[in-house]
């Protein structure tokens, strides 16, 4: 019944920019925290990026600070991650995953999410 779907992943060079989106049916959002993770071959999946309607909160990983931006539109059930500034290191599988309780805390520890997307690649070139 509930399904996240992720979308916009890519070839870009490095300082360009990716806006990802993820779609989600069957979630209603003021019950879940939206999280953005990636995983790179051989590395563990890291929770990169966060956002929690019923507290107002987001969250980001400081690999990604002042470089990524994590936004939601409730209306179309979706949430976004504007990526700037890319560099080869941010190459990676990119997944979204939602948590309830909604708290982003869960996501900064990659700890207990409910449901995730199947993922989308982001490569950066030098």
């Known amino acids: 019944e509930v399904q996240l779907v992720e979308s916009g992943g890519g070839l870009v060079q490095a300082g360009g920019s990716l806006r990802l989106s993820c779609v989600a049916s069957?979630?209603?959002?003021?019950?879940?925290?939206i999280g953005w993770f990636r995983q790179a071959p051989g590395k563990e999946r890291e929770g990169n990026s966060c956002?929690?309607?019923?507290?107002?909160?987001?969250w980001y990983a400081d690999s990604v600070k002042g470089r990524f931006t994590i936004s939601s539109d409730t209306a179309k059930n979706t949430v976004y991650l504007q990526m700037n500034s890319l560099k080869p290191e941010d190459t990676a599988f990119y997944y979204c995953?939602?948590?309830?309780?909604?708290?982003?805390?869960?996501?900064?520890?990659?700890?207990?999410?409910?449901?995730w997307g199947e993922g989308t690649l982001v490569t950066v070139s030098s």
């Open positions: 995953a939602a948590v309830s309780p909604p708290h982003c805390g869960y996501v900064a520890r990659t700890y207990n999410m409910d449901y």
């Open positions: 069957g979630v209603t959002f003021d019950d879940y925290a």
């Open positions: 956002i929690s309607s019923s507290d107002g909160n987001t």
